[in-house]
């Protein structure tokens, strides 16, 4: 249990096990300093609507909450990037999560900046200078899953924090936690995940806007010539053995096999997008990096390609030569970095 002079905060993933522990925890009562959220720039659009609606749940009860982001510095000559999924296109590569290395994209773009935030937080500050701890609840349920993840992480001793598991401690399931949220007259938050992570099931891909679809192709068809291990971001096809689903290594694969995308937008994306982003990068480059275009400003091209022109016709993509003439009239205009845009 934390001691009276330990500051708790709920680290909040904005699923249905994070957000029904901290219903609980403020229903009934118990304390809760502060609620952190961290944004990848990439979840779901429906955990991005789910976001300000439980934020002003929470502001209405008097407690705070905040999004924390990770801050990017040194963009050597790329285009500077704000999300995860940026940061993939401009290194050609796939969520660390995928290659099976843990889950360091989690650590760098959830866990870190939480603990950047907590390291400027005054509480936590006094707490750590009298030598006291500051407790974090972490939303496991007392589902199997999430009991391995919690038995695998327990004896971390962490001198700074006092790890709470308080749904491990409840014996709370999932449909516990759904019910509660239900209880206390909120809308169920669907799965949070970055619309592009391993975890994706193939079924959700069903439900997922062209926006997210493309941009899955995109980060596959970018990071395509240089993966040697694992085919795309659900690794290796599996074929269906031992009670595993069977799915293709590769998003794009099932995307195009469900007619969840015309074949010939895939295409399209497969051969152009990667092309241009190169190119786009190449003449970003020579830009002193003030005032160097982003990759924010490069998928809003993408996007638009989507929004006002078919599959097919050629878009703003203009090779170098379109890119630079692009820039140097500036008709791509120099978009604040802190206004990235959604994809
Ligand atoms: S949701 Fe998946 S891809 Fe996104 S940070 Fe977490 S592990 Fe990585």
């Known amino acids: ?57 929470l502001r209405q009860r008097g407690v705070p909450c905040e999004i924390v982001r990770y801050q990017p510095t040194r963009f050597k000559n790329h ?21 099976g290395r843990g889950s360091t994209c989690a650590l760098k773009w959830k ?8 390291r400027g937080w005054p509480p936590a500050i006094a707490a750590w200078s009298r030598g006291a701890k ?28 006092e790890i709470r598991t308080p749904l491990v401690e409840w014996g709370w399931t999932r449909e516990m936690c759904v019910e509660r949220i239900a209880a206390a007259g909120l809308p169920q938050p669907k799965k949070s995940s970055c619309a592009f992570c391993v975890a ?32 795309g971001l659900w690794r290796t096809t599996t074929k269906g053995a031992r ?30 997008a990667p092309l241009d982003l190169i190119r786009f990068r190449d003449v970003a480059g020579d830009i002193p990096e003030a005032l160097r275009p982003t990759m924010a400003q490069w998928l809003a091209v993408f996007a638009s390609d989507e929004e006002v022109r078919g599959p097919g016709e050629r878009p703003l993509y203009g090779g170098r030569e379109g890119w630079t003439t692009l820039i140097s009239h500036q008709a791509v205009g120099v978009r604040a970095r802190s206004t990235p845009i959604q994809l």
């Open 134 to 161: 500051v407790t974090k609840l972490i939303g496991y349920s007392a589902s199997p899953r999430d009991l391995k993840r919690y038995a695998d992480q327990k004896d971390l001793e962490d001198p700074r924090y």
């Open 1 to 57: 249990m934390p001691q009276p002079d330990q500051p708790v905060v709920a680290a909040w993933g904005a699923g249905t096990d994070s957000t029904a522990l901290i219903i609980e925890m403020v229903e009934s009562g118990q304390r809760l300093d502060y609620v952190l959220h961290a944004d990848t720039g990439d979840e779901r659009s429906h955990t991005r609507a789910f976001i300000p609606v439980f934020m002003d749940w």
């Open 111 to 118: 866990v870190a900046p939480q603990d950047k935030w907590m």
């Open 243 to 272: 009670g595993k689903p069977a799915r293709p290594g590769r998003m794009t694969d099932y995307i195009r096999a469900e007619g969840l995308l015309p074949a010939a937008e895939i295409d399209d994306i497969e051969a152009n």
């Open 200 to 231: 994706v099931a193939p079924q959700e891909l069903h439900a997922y806007t062209r926006r997210e679809l493309r941009m899955i192709v995109l980060i596959e068809a970018r990071a395509r010539p240089r993966l040697r291990t694992v085919e």
């Open 79 to 99: 285009p500077p990037y704000q999300s995860l999924g940026e940061n993939l296109l401009t290194n050609a590569t796939l969520p660390s999560i995928t290659f």
